[in-house]
């Protein structure tokens, strides 16, 4: 018997989902708005008990391979905590570690110093992980993550290790995640991941499609529901674990996959013993993601970051503009860095140094739009961040839509393209159509680079407006200190799995006549090159 047919995605709430394929007996489905897979309808109850039985965890049957497993667990274990509270072997504060299977990580973080709670739905593995703490300060709960009801606000940090995918619904399990931490508590979270490279390879024969695991996310929609749960500070990067070949041979045994698996038996019987058992460190088909309890009472907040340099004549207006736009629940504050200007636009910038919701940074010297860009992502505090140019070629009205989707949660990075009637009409000198004309082929050639490049359909990638939620820049490092910072933004932004949604913006071009400052012959060699660089580098 199946039970719970869902209609809507359990992400973002469409009901557009449509069948993808069929695994296992299981219809496997796919939100065709944010790309959430899930079975659908879900297995029975009954169903699932037979999978989560006594050798569910259990992947040697010897002694000595339960003990090469444990410590393989356990230096897996060693890695996650050094991500989640560093290095150091003397921590404190409370732990939580949902589905703590046989206690493998409880007892690292125990020795660690932390006071470690463990919640497992299987008997067996309860009574094992009691066994490994009972030299230790924790506590082993039978049930599932409703038995903790009564602790919240308990617990500093909250582990997930491979969890997410078994529960029945992901949105419910986070809200409760979310009230068991305490203010400013971290959620440490591990899922198999469709960003992956096993995934992109094997496809439907993914190694990830079971029956227990209910539930697929990738970046963008863990992101998503993550963000709408009251998280922030989401960092993701993908999963590593310390495995040997033995173990993973072993691992294949027990779940095989076609063509694969045979591969795999093949090889292994040319590894050397002394090898076969020697811990590695290999990145698997999951990503990590670190997230931050966020306090949902507070107004969420725009950095909005300004560059200026020569905008004598618009940068007042446009400051003001900023600081006179409302937007329902959000708080705005603005950064304007000025480079040191000689028409000036400094000292209008340092009319604003005591207004509460302005940062005025000075530059000695001009470097570039993207440099300054650069030093003002340093400064911003908001939920979003927002590139503002200090004249007035973009409509500060349009901030409600660029938000909307950021706000939601739907999205993590939009665009605010210029569409207007078509490339060719955007950008109009009456005074100059023959750079016009230069401009908006560059901008075609461009963009069918960009879209070429990296696989995706964009209209205009590289306006000005890029909102995205600043957890999206964690860990990315910025070089390009002219207008190839657009490119650089842009470009690391897709590669890390954020793909932009376009949403369509009032424009009006300025001319050179009045104070354009692209150089129409120098900048595009940068541009060719951003697009080159960016699509091989590490990121």
Known sequence: MQENISRECTVCHSRHIYYAFTKDNNRIVCCYICGFVFINPLPSSEMLSTIYDEQYFVVASSTNGINHTSDLKKSTAALYLDTLIGKDHKASGTLLEIGCGNGDLLSVAAERGLCVTGVEFSPVACETARCKLKNHNGQIIQGEITALADQKECFDYIICNNVLEHVRDPRFFLQTVYELLKHDGRLFCVVPSLDSWSAKLLKTNWMEFKTEHLSYFDTKNLGSILFQEGFSEIKHFPAQKILSAEYIVSHFKKYPVPFWSSLLFLLYKYVPDKISCKPIKITVTGICVI?????????????????????????????????????????????????????????????????????????????????????????????????????????????????????????????????????????????????????????????????????????DPFTMYKVFRRECIYDLNFECNHFDFDYELLIKLIRKGFIPMEIPVNYRSRSFAEGKKVRIFADPLTWIKAIVKYRFVKI
Not at 339 to 346: E, F, K, M
Not at 406 to 429: I, P, Q, W, Y
Request: include cysteine; charged fraction near 30%.
């Open 291 to 459: 997230a931050k309890k966020r306090n949902k009472e507070r107004n969420l907040i725009l950095s909005v970051i300004m560059p200026a340099y020569n905008e004598a004549a618009t940068i007042r207006a446009g400051i003001e503009r900023v600081l006179c736009k409302t937007i329902i629940d959000i708080d705005i504050e603005l950064i304007v860095v000025e480079s040191n200007s000689t028409d000036g636009t400094r000292n209008i910038a340092l009319d604003y140094t005591d207004h509460p919701r302005v940062t005025v940074i000075l530059e000695d010297k001009p470097r570039g739009k993207g440099y300054a860009v650069r030093t003002g992502l340093k400064y911003a505090t908001g939920d979003f961040i927002l590139i503002q140019d200090a004249d007035d070629e973009y409509d500060i009205e349009d901030y409600d839509a660029l938000i909307e989707h950021l706000r939601d949660g739907r999205e993590a990075f939009v665009l605010g393209a210029r569409h207007g009637s078509g490339t060719f009409n955007m950008r109009k000198f009456s005074d100059q159509p023959v750079r016009a004309f230069i401009l908006n082929f560059g901008h075609w050639t461009f963009t069918f680079l960009v879209n070429l490049f990296y696989g995706v359909r964009l209209r």
